[in-house]
């Protein structure tokens, strides 16, 4: 079962603008991931925020996360068509554990030319 | 450093018939995962394997099976193929499967069944 869900299932712009997505999930969590994935090909890990923290950035990627809400989002400022892709969330649970990261469904990106 | 290998990259088989794949993770990773992407049911974690031993197990019925050799490679085995076993077949790997550790995917089989 999916324990996180993401926000919008597709999303297009145009390159320049800026992408959020989101992630909700519904129990407690160690970290959340995301992760993106090209048309055919493997996921590729983007970020890791750990449930202590607020906050993260790589390049143009931001990611929040607020456990009160139990939600995270992905900012991917100043788009480029090469960051067409689908994105996913996965959550480690808080407890259980269990190491593997529940995935969610995704959130399709098209970035225009 | 070579990523994560996996093959073969597609495969077509009928019902009934059974598959192997084969994953090899990145040099010094001890732990691999197998899942399966549908369209429908997104990403379904299958198992684990770490120093030859299954550590985790998904929902899968017993047709899906793996294994993991000394030196971390790892197969996976479906049997009396069905229909609703096509599907892209990932592999990921990590250092030991700890919780702060990102997984490294392969760019998957896809395993179409006629």
């Known amino acids: 079962s999916q324990q996180g869900e993401e926000d919008p299932q597709a999303l297009s712009i145009q390159e320049g603008e800026n992408a959020t997505m989101n992630c909700s999930y519904k129990?407690?969590?160690?970290?959340l991931q995301w992760y993106r994935q090209n048309s055919g090909r493997g996921l590729v890990h983007l970020i890791l925020?750990?449930?202590?923290?607020r906050e993260k950035h790589s390049g143009r990627l931001r990611v929040t996360l607020d456990t009160s809400k139990k939600s995270s989002s992905l900012l991917i400022t100043a788009s480029r068509a090469a960051d067409t892709a689908s994105y996913f969330c996965?959550?480690?649970?808080?407890?259980?554990?269990?190491?593997?990261?529940?995935f969610g469904r995704g959130t399709s990106l098209i970035v225009h030319p | 450093k070579a990523g994560v290998t996996q093959t073969p990259r597609y495969l077509i088989k009928t019902r009934g018939q059974q598959v192997t794949l084969s994953c090899s993770p990145i040099?010094?990773?001890?732990?691999v995962s197998w899942y399966q992407q549908t369209p429908g049911q997104g990403l379904q974690f299958l198992f684990e394997?770490?120093?030859?031993?299954?550590?985790n197990k998904g929902n899968f019925p017993g047709r899906f099976s793996g294994r993991q050799f000394s030196n971390s490679r790892s197969e996976m085995n479906v049997s009396t193929l069905e229909l609703g076993d096509s599907a892209l077949y990932l592999c990921?790997?990590?250092?030991?499967?700890?919780?702060?550790?990102?997984?490294?995917f392969g760019d998957g089989t896809r395993l179409s069944i006629l």
């Open positions: 990921a790997s990590s250092f030991t499967g700890g919780a702060d550790q990102p997984q490294h």
């Open positions: 996965a959550t480690l649970p808080a407890s259980g554990g269990s190491y593997i990261p529940t």
């Open positions: 925020i750990r449930s202590n923290e």
């Open positions: 394997y770490f120093s030859e031993t299954q550590r």
């Open positions: 129990t407690s969590i160690n970290n």
């Open positions: 040099s010094g990773h001890r732990s």
